[in-house]
């Protein structure tokens, strides 16, 4: 996740905590943990990387074990988990499971599509301590109807979306882009200042799940760059409101190098600090500081890599998975630049990037291989020059 806003701009903001600080490189990484709370959902996303649907899911963790699995997140120092799905309201128990967290010491946040968000739900989750919930809107009306798999869906997200804010939860709007909606960020953006929304973070689309089927519907490159530049312009902008949106790339670390380029033509200050703040991060961190637990207990380097799995929480609590020294997957994805090939081996970026999404070099044939979506040219990449 890169804060276009942060980079461009010095914006403070929340998340800057988690993500830029100075690494011990010894100590073992305290992931934020997404929590695939169950794999139903009542809409049916084209984009869904879990394949969720209204089919009920057998083995799903109970509310035993996902208290002993929050219980033992918080006693790892996890800092964020992650409530999500399928779609995690239609969870009879996600209230209590909210609660828990937060009494556990764990910062607890919601990624719902709103439409089960009713003025009661929205006052409970506030009475539960819910810090924040993203929502995923996908364009205008009939668009997001369209991902989402049926009629009245915007209607209702965007009811919902609102009764959260009624009840006082910071609401963040998530944006899946496509070939199918690239073209309708002006309307997001008129939506996300309309309703008085203070972030806004925009994934890059991963081929997972039902979005396997949705590869043909990617950004050519030359459109991300076109798209990365029109929200370069945005991000600024709204960052200098009165009330001031954060706005967010998500699944594609080109991003931070290619705002630091922007930057370098324009404010070289500035773009030093950009770079500053790229190195502190890291890059992509799947399987270092970020982890997922599927509705079944399987532990996975992040919630695209379901072909990658690192142990099941019925077997071994999360913490020993994480801490496992021995794991060959997790040696790999915390020392990948040896093992990474393609364009990654001779780009200047890998300290800032690190290899970017496994999970869609795993979708296109080699996990080891360049990411498909990595939009930087040639010269970009080579290394500077004396």
């Known amino acids: 996740m890169i804060s276009l806003s942060k980079l461009l701009t010095g914006q403070a903001n929340w998340g800057d905590r988690l993500r830029y600080h100075r690494r011990d490189p010894a100590a073992t990484p305290r992931p934020v943990v997404v929590f695939n709370t169950t794999n139903r959902c009542n809409l049916t996303c084209a984009h869904c990387y879990a394949a969720s649907d209204d089919t009920p899911c057998d083995g799903e963790l109970s509310s035993d074990e996902a208290r002993a699995l929050i219980d033992d997140l918080a006693a790892f120092g996890a800092p964020v988990i992650l409530f999500s799905g399928g779609e995690p309201l239609v969870r009879p128990d996600i209230l209590d499971l909210i609660t828990h967290a937060g009494q556990a010491g764990i910062r607890p946040v919601l990624s719902t599509n709103a439409t089960l968000l009713t003025p009661a739900i929205a006052e409970q989750l506030t009475a539960a301590g819910l810090a924040y919930a993203g929502i995923s809107i996908d364009g205008t009306e009939a668009t997001h109807d369209e991902f989402r798999g049926r009629t009245g869906a915007y209607a209702d997200t965007l009811t919902g979306l609102r009764n959260a804010q009624a009840a006082g939860i910071r609401v963040g709007l998530r944006m899946t882009v496509s070939r199918r909606n690239v073209d309708e960020l002006p309307a997001v953006i008129d939506l996300i200042e309309r309703e008085g929304i203070t972030r806004a973070c925009f994934y890059h689309l991963v081929q997972a799940g039902r979005g396997r089927e949705m590869g043909p519907d990617a ?16 991000a600024e902008r709204l960052a200098m409101l009165p009330t001031p949106v954060e706005m967010l790339t998500v699944d594609n670390h080109a991003d931070g190098p290619y705002a630091y380029l922007y930057l370098l033509k324009r404010d070289p200050a500035r773009a030093a600090e ?17 982890g997922c637990v599927s509705a079944t207990g399987d532990v996975h380097p992040d919630q ?39 364009r990654c081996t001779r780009c200047r970026w890998m300290s800032v990037c690190n290899g970017n999404l496994r999970a869609r070099a795993i979708a296109a044939g080699d996990p080891w291989g360049d990411d498909p979506a990595c939009y930087l040219t040639d010269a970009e990449i080579a290394p500077e020059q004396p």
């Open 219 to 234: 950004l050519p490159l030359e459109r991300t760059r076109a798209f990365l530049d029109e929200l370069i312009v945005h």
């Open 304 to 342: 695209f890599s379901r072909t990658q799995l690192l142990g099941n929480v019925r077997e071994r609590p999360f913490s020993e998975i994480w801490a496992d020294e021995s794991s060959p997957l997790l040696g790999q994805l915390r020392d990948r630049e040896p093992l990474i090939t393609g």
């Open 274 to 290: 950009c770079l500053s703040l790229l190195q502190q991060n890291g890059g992509n961190r799947s399987g270092i500081a970020f």
